[in-house]
């Protein structure tokens, strides 16, 4: 079992940045692959970006390429997003996710790979 908890979200201009982390407890944070997700209002929960359990791959939906940037930080069993250049569109509830075992340099992109969720954090964007 692992607890997520995200952190970060709130209100910002268009063009600003926010950095979004996210502490896991439980289980050796290292056991798991991580991915950050968002769903809007009346939409889908999609993909973000995702990193694989050594960090070695990482991988971004293209709506938020060169301008988003998934680490993890081992040592203390957190995951971070860094969203530069924001938009109005990128508006949504975003979630941490992890899942458990599979490949070292694997960095899932789907949502039902996850096995554990946190309870999101709103991040807002006003145009």
């Known amino acids: 079992q692992v607890q997520l908890v995200e952190s970060g979200g709130g209100l910002v201009q268009a063009g600003g940045s926010l950095r979004l982390s996210c502490a896991a407890s439980?289980?050796?944070?290292?056991?798991?692959?991580m991915g950050w997700f968002r769903q809007a209002p009346g939409k889908e929960r999609e993909f973000v970006a995702a990193?694989?359990?050594?960090?070695?791959?990482?991988r971004y939906n293209d709506s938020v390429k060169g301008r988003f940037t998934i680490s993890s930080d081992n040592a203390r069993n957190t995951v971070y997003l860094q969203m530069n250049s924001l938009k109005h569109e990128d508006t949504a509830v975003y979630y941490c996710?992890?899942?458990?075992?599979?490949?070292?340099?694997?960095?899932?992109?789907?949502?039902?790979?996850?096995?554990?969720w946190g309870q999101g954090t709103q991040v807002t964007v006003s145009s």
């Open positions: 996710a992890a899942k458990s075992g599979g490949g070292y340099y694997y960095a899932a992109s789907a949502v039902y790979e996850y096995d554990y």
């Open positions: 439980g289980r050796t944070f290292s056991r798991y692959a």
């Open positions: 990193i694989s359990r050594n960090g070695g791959d990482t």
